[in-house]
């Protein structure tokens, strides 16, 4: 099994984190793979707010439901980043929508976020991929200017523990052969 | 520099192809590493189609602008996967939509998609996404059913050659402290 399937596999939703700190060097190392996604016609719509601060931290925490079990995780990961994307671009040939699904962002943003979350995993860092909060509200407390939305939030830390991965369908129950 | 880092960097929108066929062992384990992707509350919306069909490929090859600098890759490529999608899974609970960006199947494909680009990359074999073409012909080409969508197509085989990367933001152009 070669390295990057290893990664691929063994990548699991992280939502308990040891005390360790996570490097300036493993950040930027996260960060700069991000930079080498493909996007649409590379327009590279991803921004990402490192939020340090605990306050803000708190804030973001409560535009998230309660029961959501990634909840703790927005305070407590050493680091949290939120994904956000610029908007009217990805999909769009000089200013003009191409395709039915409009604006490609979240293609886009899914194509980065893999990219981060495999980066960290393949550095001993865990993640968790939070899209169910108050967007509004979170991109309020961001300063998210218009034009832009915030996406995701993207807990990060060295795991307390690696969990048993969820089933997963298998190969054959995806895949057509030339017509679906 | 690891070797995910290599993979990540080095991949690009490949359109030319060798003669050399992709195995049947090499595409298994690009599509076993799709399986492994993650996705919204576990819900795996991805459907890939291989369209192996010479006339369904020209048919699909139609859909799509001829000034495209991928159409001829649609007929030509070794491997050709259609990315689908079944919607009103990702992004909702209970069938009700949870967020802002209501159906979340075009970022959970994004995550889908750079697994499968990663993994194809690590094996030698170039991939180019492609995401503009006609999406209801394509539909109806390849027979989609409703409630789904086909999303991109992915040409695949061993490049001809291979091209330097497009100009990509600096990590500080798009990373911002604490606030957007």
Redesign the interface.
Known sequence: M????K???E?R?VRKYTDQEISEESL??I????????S?A?T?C????????AM?RKQLQETIAPKNPATKAIVAAPILLAL?AKLGTS?YYKDKV????VD?F??????????L???AQ?LGIGTV?V???D??KAAEI????TG??V??LIPMGYPQKTGS???????SE???????
Chains 1, 2 share one sequence.
């Open positions: 070669s390295d990057l399937i990664i691929i596999q990548r939703s930027n190392t960060l700069e793979a991000v930079r080498w996604s493909p649409w590379n590279q991803w921004e990402i707010v490192n939020v340090k601060d803000l956000c999909g191409t395709t039915k699904f490609w979240m293609y886009d943003l899914g194509l980065a976020c893999q990219t979350c495999l980066t393949s991929i899209g169910l909060f967007h509004n961001l300063k998210v200017p832009h939305e996406v995701t991965a969820p089933k997963r369908r298998e190969v995806f895949v057509h052969v030339d017509t679906f």
